[in-house]
């Protein structure tokens, strides 16, 4: 199977060849057919390979599609029995509202993180000369794509990849209710520095 031409830029930096040439997935001319951006991998797909559009999400490939998008079947974990020596795998692309900001788009094996490692907005440690930012609370979470893969048992997960990385443009929230959600939205929730645990200071990055 050959490459799809959006594996060869960063995810959602599509090129020339991405938008008017062949179909990554069959080939058909993009001049001639409809086609989009996959809302879990951020491929371009045509309609004709597209496994199950949704108005407010997009278009999805059919390999990052549900392995049963017709209907209610196959859309829960229970619904699926793994064969012999075969375990069931979650993939799952979150939308995730951070606070240090950020609005990021995730793929991940499993459910969603409740902190992310995101950026050095809110801080970090510096140890050995290596600086390690903080992580970032999420704040709030929407699922975009999920799917089910059987695989070998003992298989490890997929790392997670940070695919896109935005500013969030809400506000800040503070509920009513006492104990209730509070966010503070676009700002961070705080302004860090980076606390040496040993007095080194970080290395300088080699290019």
């Known amino acids: 199977m050959r490459e799809?031409?959006?594996?060869?830029h960063r995810p959602g930096h599509h090129a020339d060849n991405c938008?008017?040439?062949?179909?990554?997935?069959?080939?058909?001319?993009?001049?001639?057919?409809?086609?989009?951006?996959?809302?879990?991998?951020l491929r371009i797909?045509?309609?004709a390979c597209d496994g199950g559009y949704q108005p407010d999400l997009g278009p999805i490939c059919g390999p990052c599609a549900r392995p049963d998008t017709s209907g209610d079947a196959g859309t829960h974990q229970g619904d699926f029995t793994p064969p012999n020596a075969?375990?069931?795998?979650?993939l799952c692309v979150f939308e995730l509202a951070l606070n240090c900001g950020h609005l990021v788009t995730m793929a991940l094996t499993g459910w969603y993180p409740v902190s992310v490692a995101c950026c050095d907005r809110l801080g970090g440690t510096i140890l050995h000369g290596l600086y390690v930012p903080y992580s970032s609370h999420v704040d709030?979470?929407?699922?975009?794509?999920?799917?089910?893969?059987?695989?070998?048992?003992g298989t490890p997960p997929d790392p997670d990849r940070l695919i896109d990385r935005r500013p969030r443009t809400d506000e800040p929230y503070q509920s009513p209710r006492p104990g209730g959600p509070t966010h503070t939205g676009r700002?961070?929730?705080?302004?860090g520095a980076a606390w040496s645990l040993d007095g080194s200071i970080p290395r300088e990055k080699t290019h």
């Open 45 to 47: 797909v045509c309609e």
């Open 19 to 41: 938008l008017t040439g062949p179909c990554g997935f069959c080939g058909t001319d993009l001049h001639t057919t409809a086609s989009g951006e996959c809302r879990s991998c």
């Open 140 to 153: 709030a979470t929407k699922l975009l794509s999920e799917r089910y893969e059987h695989r070998p048992k």
């Open 86 to 90: 075969q375990e069931l795998h979650r």
């Open 187 to 191: 700002y961070p929730a705080r302004v």
């Open 4 to 8: 799809h031409p959006c594996q060869q």
